[in-house]
């Protein structure tokens, strides 16, 4: 029986995937962490109940951010050249833009600023774009050295779709946006 616990992390430090052990407090760890929490926070906002365009568009990120993940514990930049599914392209960021495009050409203009909130997946997804930035924050604090150019261009556009999300989640929820 495999178990979930492997005690490897008892005292305070976590493998990355070069096999280097790392402070749990590691800006690196702290970093996918983010984006782990995000990840999460998208998992919420499917279970919330968005049409089918958002949940599957939101599914899809919930892979690319296991890929960004990957990435993010592979300081030596291994493992996305070995594994498909652990890389993130310039295509997956066009396919973002798209989709940016496509909700948005259904909203309103924007004129001011909004509150966040609304629906509950409008509001959740508020939430996802919030923790969106944070991580990408946390990237860049890295060093463009230290990460793939792609994550940090992803994670920028990923909180531009969230915001767009959130926004159609609204509309189609029929619920008002609040001006600031």
Request: proline letters at 3%; one cysteine or more.
């Amino acid at each position: 029986m495999t178990r979930i616990y492997t005690k490897t992390g008892d005292e305070g430090d976590t493998g990355l995937f070069d096999g280097t052990r790392v402070s749990k407090a590691d800006a690196r760890v702290d970093a996918y962490g983010h984006v782990d929490e995000l990840n999460a926070w998208l998992g919420q906002v499917r279970a919330q109940g968005t049409d089918e365009e958002v949940s599957a568009a939101i599914e899809r990120i919930q892979r690319d951010l296991f890929a960004v993940g990957a990435m993010l514990a592979d300081p030596r930049h291994r493992i996305a050249a070995r594994v498909e599914k652990a890389a993130i392209s310039d295509a997956r960021i066009a396919e973002l833009e798209q989709l940016i495009d496509r909700l948005d050409a259904d909203l309103p203009p924007l004129r001011r600023f909004i509150l966040a909130g609304g629906s509950p997946a409008g509001a959740s997804l508020h939430v996802a774009r919030t923790v969106c930035r944070r991580a990408e924050r946390r990237v860049v604090g890295l060093g463009a050295d230290n990460v793939d150019p792609v994550v940090v261009t992803y994670l920028n556009r990923l909180s531009d779709l969230l915001f767009v999300m959130a926004r159609a989640a609204n509309a189609r929820a029929g619920t008002a946006e609040t001006e600031w």
